[in-house]
């Protein structure tokens, strides 16, 4: 009996759920942020990649803590991001982030 077929169907709507929590996520984080609701945010992001598949934390991770520290960039808090505690992957997503924009956001 092969049940390769259903694996493949069960792997995609895995994927399309996970995809589906990640944008829900950013969406999130976005409305948050634009409300200046830093702290709150973070704390979705956190959630959010908690949440997700271990093979795609990293990828979540860096879009949401990205959307952190752009938005914190621009607004000029971004000292007050980096007080917040980040761990595992968004840490290593915050780390990486500073190191492509040097602590200040392209075109500030």
């Known amino acids: 009996h092969d049940s390769g077929g259903n694996e493949d169907v ?3 709507e895995n994927t399309a759920a996970a995809d589906e929590a990640a944008a829900e996520a950013e969406l999130g984080v976005a409305v948050r942020l634009e409300c ?3 702290t709150e945010a973070f704390l979705v992001a956190c959630a959010a990649v ?6 795609r934390r990293d990828a979540v991770a ?3 803590v990205s959307r952190l ?9 971004l000292g007050s991001v980096l007080e917040l505690p980040f761990e595992g992957e968004m840490e290593r997503a915050l780390v990486a982030w500073l190191g492509r ?3 200040v956001h392209p075109g500030v």
Not at 69 to 77: L, N
């Open 36 to 38: 200046g609701l830093g």
């Open 62 to 64: 860096s879009a949401l």
């Open 69 to 77: 520290a752009s938005h914190a960039a621009v607004v000029g808090v």
């Open 101 to 103: 924009h040097g602590g």
């Open 50 to 55: 908690a949440a997700a598949p271990h093979v």
């Open 10 to 12: 069960t792997v995609r």
